[in-house]
């Protein structure tokens, strides 16, 4: 059975950081795209970040480059979003997804729907 467990979500003031966590089990971590995405209130859920396993490849939205840094750690199946600077717009609940090699791509990473398998979610609120 595929699970993954979101972690590390929490109140951080403006121009704070964060770390998130995303541990997965009972799935071959070799060439995979992890995919992590934000689902604001009343917004749709938007890809910020998307990593590769097999290359390191990764991607970001604009609005966080710079401020964002996904990793993995490919001995363990983690991945990990690091946030920094973070910005009262970056409150959301954030969801990490496992996804197919071939989805980390340039032009495909963003794309949720490619995304096989999904954690729960882990609520990040930016306030003073």
């Known amino acids: 059975q595929v699970q993954l467990v979101e972690s590390g979500g929490g109140l951080v003031q403006p121009g704070g950081s964060l770390r998130l966590s995303c541990a997965a089990s009972?799935?071959?971590?070799?060439?995979?795209?992890i995919g992590w995405f934000r689902q604001a209130p009343g917004k749709e859920r938007e890809g910020i970040s998307s990593?590769?396993?097999?290359?390191?490849?990764?991607f970001y939205v604009d609005s966080v480059k710079g401020r964002f840094t996904i990793s993995t750690d490919n001995t363990k199946n983690n991945a990990y979003l690091e946030m920094s600077s973070v910005q009262y717009e970056d409150t959301a609940i954030y969801y990490c997804?496992?996804?197919?090699?071939?989805?980390?791509?340039?032009?495909?990473?963003?794309?949720?729907?490619?995304?096989?398998?999904w954690g729960q979610g882990t609520q990040v609120t930016v306030s003073s």
């Open positions: 997804a496992l996804g197919p090699g071939w989805a980390g791509t340039a032009t495909l990473w963003s794309h949720n729907v490619l995304y096989e398998f």
């Open positions: 990593i590769r396993t097999g290359t390191g490849t990764s």
């Open positions: 009972g799935v071959t971590w070799d060439d995979r795209t």
